[in-house]
């Protein structure tokens, strides 16, 4: 549990082949491991993978930016929260994908998970929103408390995660020039029945996806997930400028 599956596109016309699978959580132990099903013969298949991939996570982010590259950014592990990127360029064909740790610039969002990584139209820009760091709780209205997941819960903390808070800033990365910029988060609800504007809640364990209005406008709609000791079955619609 707590890994991704990332749908590479096909190239040259052709249907897409593979699903790359990171990460996550087996019999108490958090993984690094990447497997690939091609999606035409149902059929796991390894491949040789140079450099140094991310270090074992659950709740990482896991975006594919374009025809041969998937970015990877946040989760966390026993003992650490990530706010690192690393992308799988898969550009060389069956047998010869890399890895590639991106240092980028500007000042980079805190470390964390749960959290969702959209590709915005035009595929030039990542907007990261959400999550929490489970390692490090962290309050915005006051410094961070030090604690780590329990033995009991090593994914989630058991309890402590009524003392954290869940993020509500949003990171916008720059694809192009890898520069990190912190964007206003503001939404309106489209719950049924509920018409009015309200100040978008932090939540973590939520879906995003980029929506474009009929005059152009490009929103993140955002669904669900929860914020502590609450769940939310919500919708959330948020301007992007």
Known sequence: MGHTASLLPGTDGRKPQNLVVFGGF???????????????????????????GPAARVYHSATV????????????????CFNDIHIL???????????????????RPRP???????????????????GWDVVTLADDDGPARSGKPSDSDPVHGGERLLHAS??????????????????????????VGDGGVVATQGRIGHGAVAVVDVSGAVSLCAFGGQAADERFAD????PVT
Not at 112 to 130: C, F, Q
Request: charged share 25%; aromatic share 10%; glycine share 12%.
């Open 26 to 52: 087996r019999r108490r132990s958090f993984l690094n491991d990447l497997h690939v099903l091609d999606v035409n013969l149902w059929r796991w298949q390894t491949v040789r993978i140079r450099g140094d």
């Open 166 to 191: 869940a993020y509500n800033d949003a990171w916008e990365l720059d694809l192009q020039t890898w520069c990190w910029t912190r964007r206003k988060v503001t939404g309106s609800s489209a719950d």
């Open 89 to 107: 360029d898969t550009s060389g064909g069956d047998g010869n994908w890399k890895w590639e740790a991106m240092v980028a610039g500007g000042v």
């Open 65 to 80: 930016i374009d025809a041969h590259r998937v970015l990877f950014f946040g989760g966390n592990n026993l003992h650490q």
């Open 235 to 238: 919708v959330r619609m948020m």
């Open 112 to 130: 964390r998970s749960g959290h969702t990584a959209t590709l915005l139209p035009g595929g030039k820009r990542l907007l990261v929103w959400g």
